[in-house]
């Protein structure tokens, strides 16, 4: 039980982690005017 909750803890952890980076990155685009590599990064990202 003990390293289920572990596991899960880093999956939520990790995920938040991916989540606010992508979210950060996306804002210092939208400031600079980065339209082409943001359609970049979802194709690489729904192609994983």
């Known amino acids: 039980m003990i390293l289920i909750g572990l596991f899960s803890l880093i999956l939520v ?13 996306q804002q210092v685009r939208l400031t600079n005017g980065y339209d082409s590599e943001l359609e970049t990064d979802l194709c690489a990202m729904t192609e994983r």
């Open 13 to 25: 952890g990790g995920f938040t982690i991916i989540l606010s980076l992508i979210g950060i990155r």
